[in-house]
């Protein structure tokens, strides 16, 4: 009898472009995004994606000493593999996004793979009323910002990791960024098995249709060939039915409510524990098998839990 095939869940729960006014449930202290990472982790997610913020207003932060609380705590409760943003918020510089993954030196982090428009001011239609006031002009400004990630940042961030032992989830918004992924591949930077998180529905970066993600499957087929493991993420309405084609077509998972706030048409998500439950009874329903953060670990390559500076 044939096995069943692996399917990695990615949790992202901090939800670092959204604000926290737009719901109630996005964690903002150490101890909510500690909950929601163990939570997250407990429903199936292999890798939990962080980000931080600082509490007293809810903005990004990529401070180290906001991220060790909640980091000790999901790595003391779980056997969660800890993934750190390099990403942090377009409004920062590589230097400051690269803080915490340099000085916790973690299993896995993000590295978005080119410089883009960043289009968030979409938000504004729905979202009216904001609890700050760093919130509105946060997605106002989105009109006019490029997330900064030139080839100089990428090789930085790569250099900085490589040499802590850290992989990478390799955040792809584009087609382009797949040539750019290549580039590194090719230049010995960026080291097999790649993770390839394919990020559909940002304005800015590739649209959220099937078509689209077909052809960033193709695409990445013919560059990399058996040397990657492909990943879906979804932004908004798009999470589940995007997350489930690419099962389907052989892919692994992310949800949280960093990509979307909803469990359903016009229902926010309680958690990001949720929308992991959610994918995970699709998954299952497609005879696929959930992979166990260790499963993960022998599938990515990665170093192991112990070996990380917190």
């Not at 163990?38 to 913020?53: E, N, S, T, Y």
């Not at 077509?249 to 998500?269: C, K, N, T």
């Not at 329903?285 to 990380?308: C, H, M, Q, Y």
Request: with cysteine; net charge neutral; glycine share 8%.
């Amino acid at each position: 009898m044939a096995h069943k095939r692996k399917v990695i869940i990615t949790c992202a729960p901090t939800g670092a472009i959204h604000t926290p006014s737009m719901s109630p449930y996005l964690p903002v202290t150490a101890a909510e995004i500690a909950k929601a990472g163990i939570d997250a982790a407990k429903a199936g997610a292999a890798i939990i994606h962080l980000h931080a913020r600082d509490p007293k207003d809810g903005k990004p932060s990529q401070d180290p000493d906001l991220f060790r609380p909640f980091l000790e705590q999901i790595k003391k409760h779980t056997d969660a593999i800890i993934n750190i943003t390099t990403g942090g918020s377009p409004h920062m510089t590589v230097q400051e996004r690269m803080r915490p993954a340099l000085e916790f030196k973690p299993e896995v982090a993000s590295l978005n793979m080119g410089s883009m428009n960043f289009g968030l001011f979409p938000m504004l239609e729905r979202f009216k009323e904001f609890k700050h006031d760093w919130e509105r002009e946060h997605l106002e400004n989105s009109r006019d910002l490029i997330f900064k990630n030139t080839y100089r940042d990428i090789e930085a961030i790569l250099t900085a990791g490589n040499a802590n032992g850290t992989r990478f989830e390799f955040e792809c918004y584009d087609i382009s960024h797949l040539y750019n992924l290549e580039y590194f591949h090719r230049r010995g930077l960026a080291k097999a098995p790649l993770f390839v998180q394919s990020v559909f529905g940002i304005l800015g970066g590739i649209g959220p249709h099937p078509e689209d993600l077909m052809h960033m499957r193709r695409t990445a087929d013919r560059l990399f060939g058996d040397n990657y493991q492909w990943s879906i993420l979804g932004a908004g309405k798009n999470q589940i039915p995007l997350a489930t084609i690419g099962a389907a077509m052989g892919s692994h998972v992310r949800v949280g409510l960093e990509d979307s706030l909803w469990i359903g048409p016009g229902q926010l998500a309680a958690s990001s524990a949720e929308q992991v439950q959610r994918i995970r009874t699709v998954l299952e329903a497609l005879n696929f098998d959930i992979a166990t953060p260790d499963e993960v670990r022998e599938i990515l390559s990665l170093k192991g839990k112990d070996n990380v500076n917190f």
